[in-house]
């Protein structure tokens, strides 16, 4: 784990970069200008992004290697084009994860938000919080890497986009990576966490090469530093240069801020910005196993909606809402069980009826089918209306 007291405050990599190359590298470059195609260079850069740097970018990733950069760019446009990476870049979020990613987000917690101090897109994700289980209940790797291609070629593409330039310079074509640790356990060291990193890492090497500009990995346990040996081999050479793994502490923060202003840090990282990772606080959320045989009582403030996702294979799932403006420790104080399993719904019914404040509750059955059906039913519109009407009608 690297000592970041000992650290230049910051700096930035001008190898290979345009306006610092040497005269091999010239040379090189001017050798894979001759000979590559332009229409791959169109297909793996950015939209505001030049030839010159995309090209660039691939001869970096591969030490100016011009056969093995061409290689490389090639399988580039092979697997954007086999994946329709530019099909998915035009749809929704929901269509390309396959699931509400509102709701993906409480189990892979991630954001792009803000500019470091070299006017480059700040990504973050709270990697300590993923849950790689549920994921893998919501949807799967294919739907993950659809969005992942929405995330890469739409939002990241309006980021640099937007990005913050001097006037006649070149558009940055680089990011600056958070990665928090904190709640990280062996849990994340398993097959379903590690070979989603891998797929994704796989992804990013070949068609994004040289973006990433640093990656800054702060409230890193001892466990981490175990599973950073295992991830960095995954890795090319000069990107594993790039990542800075730190311990919590004033030091960690300090740091941090050396590279992101903080009017662009959010406030769980010792910023001013807006804090991360937080689900919609109106939106009280139920996440279905992939097998049914699940009941769910729920109760819901005036303010909140539900949202179900459910990928139940066979089996039915069975919720009740109970839906008012009164605090649930008063319904459960009389006499009412809070054990899922046992609640009566006649009981509800009639604890509705006979206290003030109750304004609806609602039931619902949902049936997936069998056979491998894994479309998700989701009630968010239905409950959320139903409940703002008896609620407003009430005023």
Not at 190 to 195: G, I
């Amino acid at each position: 784990m690297s000592d970041h007291r000992h650290l230049p405050i910051v700096q930035t990599d001008k190898w290979g970069i345009k306006g610092h190359l040497t005269e091999l590298q010239q040379q090189a470059y001017d050798h894979f200008r001759s000979v590559v195609r332009e229409e791959n260079l169109n297909i793996a850069k950015f939209r505001v992004e030049g030839l010159e740097n995309v090209s660039l970018r691939f001869l970096r990733a591969r030490n100016f290697n011009v056969d093995n950069a061409l290689q490389l760019l090639q399988e580039c446009v092979d697997r954007k084009t086999s994946l329709n990476s530019s099909y998915w870049a035009t749809k929704k979020p929901d269509e390309c994860a396959h699931c509400n990613v509102e709701a993906l987000k409480k189990w892979y917690p991630h954001a792009q938000f803000g500019y470091d101090k070299f006017n480059r897109p700040v990504l973050f994700e709270h990697s300590g919080a993923v849950d790689g289980n549920a994921i893998y209940q919501m949807t799967t790797l294919e739907h993950l890497i659809n969005y992942h291609w929405y995330s890469m070629e739409t939002e990241l593409n309006a980021m640099f986009e937007n990005a913050p330039c001097e006037a006649g310079a070149d558009p940055i074509i680089s990011t600056c990576v958070v990665i928090d640790l904190q709640g990280f356990n062996m849990h994340h060291t398993s097959s379903v966490v590690l070979d989603h990193v891998k797929a994704m890492v796989a992804l990013d090497n070949c068609c994004y090469p040289e973006v990433l500009g640093k990656m800054l990995v702060i409230n890193a346990p001892w466990l981490a530093v175990s599973a950073w040996d295992m991830v960095k081999g995954w890795l090319d050479p000069r990107t594993q240069q790039k990542i800075e793994m730190m311990k919590s502490g004033p030091e960690q923060e300090a740091r941090l801020k050396e590279f992101i202003p903080e009017d662009q840090l959010p406030v769980n990282f010792g910023g001013r910005a807006p804090p991360l990772y937080q689900v919609h606080q109106h939106t009280e959320y139920v996440h279905v196993p992939r097998y049914g045989g699940v009941k769910k009582f729920v109760h819901l403030k005036p303010d909140q909606s539900l949202l179900v996702d459910s990928y139940a294979l066979d089996g039915e799932v069975h919720l009740e809402v109970y839906a008012s403006d009164r605090p649930f420790s008063e319904f459960s104080a009389n006499g009412y069980p809070t054990n899922h399993d046992h609640i009566n719904m006649g009981d509800i019914q009639k604890f509705a009826q006979n206290h003030s404040g109750c304004t609806q509750v609602l039931k619902r059955e949902l049936k997936n089918g069998g056979g491998g059906d894994k479309k998700p039913a989701r009630f968010l519109d239905e409950f959320a209306a139903t409940h703002a009407s008896k609620h407003q009608s009430r005023q």
